[in-house]
């Protein structure tokens, strides 16, 4: 079996190669390298990450490799947001970088020649009585990422390990410590999935430029104040608008007028909702929901540690997810990622559709 291991720089994918080799494996690594842009203009710092991924290389002996998939980041996760946020959708950076890149075009690049493929994700898989892997939820709430692995195809799932996947952080942590692990003080990497708010906002800057519109109340219809371009708020968003008299809610937007409505106070029941469809679900494993009918499930619609119960009613393959709780903010365009009730199983995600 041939081994290759995915690292970063932080504890996380340290601690994955610290695991492995006791269990005698000693994988090949790779530290993917996505630069600073096109005209290197952002500030990425990932000689740090380069150093650490070496102390960990030679203290477990392993191969160390810097793969540059710059150009094909750029292309592949910055065009896919540059184009959601252009659209009014709000787009997600880790699910797409882990389909694209890290189990893409590193795949073909380099994966394929291994057998399997270790990430430092809080994730773990599963395998059912008839051979079939299903990717299920870390024990740790906060740090669980299967919503940011939902897109892969069973394929990627097949090969995939995640050696650090049944443990809570901050056992991860404690082995970092125990093990002089050079990153065990340090902040999470910054990944490659590295695009935050921050850097969503000066990408949409830099390809969207700014065009002001009017932010309009919903309920009343009275003009708040003035935005500088719909691209540059989401749905759901309370911090950072910057109208006073707060708070405000984005709750809408009329990307044609380049309007952004907000909703006003606490308990805005303009910024829930319990109902939405969601566009073809991509199944990791098989999809359980192939029958028409109405499942019990619990969904993500974003990167939060809660899981939210709902029904799933699924009828001539359209999906509409009913919420048992109020959820804020039901952006268009966000996953929305299914599991079973137990959020033991993740089966998948699809983008939210825009509302009829
Ligand atoms: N630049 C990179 N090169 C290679 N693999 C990476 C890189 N960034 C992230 N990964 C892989 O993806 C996993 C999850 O990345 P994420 O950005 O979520 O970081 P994290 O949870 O903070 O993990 P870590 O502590 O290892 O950075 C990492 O553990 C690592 O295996």
Known sequence: MRYAGLISGGVDSAVAVHLMKEQGITPDLFYIKIGSG????????????WEMASTVAR???????????????WEYVVGYIVDRLKAGLTPNSDVMCNKYIKFGVFEQRVGHEYDRVATGHYAQTETDADGNVWLTTSPDPVKDQTDF???????????IMFPIGHLLKEEVRDIAEREHL????????????????IRFSELARKYLGEKEGLVVEKETGNIIGKHP?????????RKGLGFGGGPWYVVGKDIRRNIIYV??????QAAYGREFFVSQPNFLTL??????????????VRHTPEFTPGRLL???GRYKIVSAEDVQGIAPGQFACLYDAQHHRCYGSGEIAQAR
């Open 287 to 300: 999809n359980p929901f192939a029958a028409d009918g109405e499942y019990d499930i619990t969904f993500k």
């Open 229 to 237: 371009g719909y691209w540059f708020f989401t749905i759901g968003q």
């Open 314 to 316: 699924v009828s001539r």
């Open 38 to 49: 096109p005209e290197g203009e952002w500030d990425c710092s990932a000689e740090e990450d």
């Open 149 to 159: 692995l939902a897109q892969l195809d069973n394929l990627g799932l097949r090969k």
């Open 263 to 268: 909703s006003h106070g606490f308990q805005t």
């Open 59 to 73: 203290k477990y002996g392993c191969r160390l490799d810097l793969i540059d998939l710059q150009k094909e980041y």
């Open 182 to 197: 050079a990153p065990a003080h340090r902040h999470d990497s910054q990944g490659i999935c590295f695009l935050g708010k």
